[in-house]
């Protein structure tokens, strides 16, 4: 037996704020869209290296304000990319934490924070 990953499923409510966050600024891809119709909430995984997230506007798909820590390496290179896009509702800035690691958050539109962890 292997468990090989997992993938969090965040709640979004509006899909032009979603992808202005998560593609424009934190410079995420789309790999697949799905709508069951023309009008339907959309449904979308994006992902950026290793990191893979689902993206869903349905009611009772993640819960807004849910909280995903990323692993990285690179956090000042990421850091500096981030605040050169000059995106006017976020300006993260990275912490040095007492258990060993430094961290930058990114709160989405909806409340979904993103820890980004580089161990120190």
Same mark, same amino acid.
């Given at each position: #037996? @292997?468990?090989?990953?997992?993938?969090?499923?965040?709640?979004?409510?509006?899909?032009?704020?979603?992808?202005?966050?998560?593609?424009?600024?934190?410079?995420?891809?789309?790999?697949?869209?799905?709508?069951?119709?023309?009008?339907?909430?959309?449904? #979308?995984?994006?992902?950026?290296?290793?990191?893979?997230?689902?993206?869903?506007?349905?009611?009772?798909?993640?819960?807004?304000?849910?909280?995903?820590?990323?692993?990285?390496?690179?956090?000042?290179?990421?850091?500096?990319?981030?605040?050169?896009?000059?995106? @006017?509702?976020?300006? +993260?800035?990275?912490?040095?934490?007492?258990?060993?690691?430094?961290?930058?958050?990114?709160?989405?539109?909806?409340?979904?924070?993103?820890?980004?962890?580089? +161990?120190?």
């Amino acid at each position: #037996m @292997k468990l090989e990953r997992a993938t969090p499923v965040l709640r979004i409510l509006d899909e032009a704020k979603a992808r202005q966050f998560y593609l424009d600024f934190l410079g995420f891809s789309v790999d697949f869209e799905a709508r069951f119709h023309d009008g339907a909430p959309i449904y #979308m995984r994006i992902s950026r290296d290793e990191v893979s997230i689902l993206l869903s506007e349905h009611h009772g798909d993640g819960t807004p304000g849910t909280h995903v820590m990323i692993a990285m390496r690179g956090l000042d290179e990421f850091h500096a990319e981030l605040i050169g896009k000059k995106y @006017k509702y976020m300006r +993260p800035h990275i912490q040095k934490q007492e258990w060993g690691t430094r961290e930058m958050y990114a709160i989405d539109p909806f409340g979904n924070r993103l820890v980004f962890s580089e +161990p120190i």
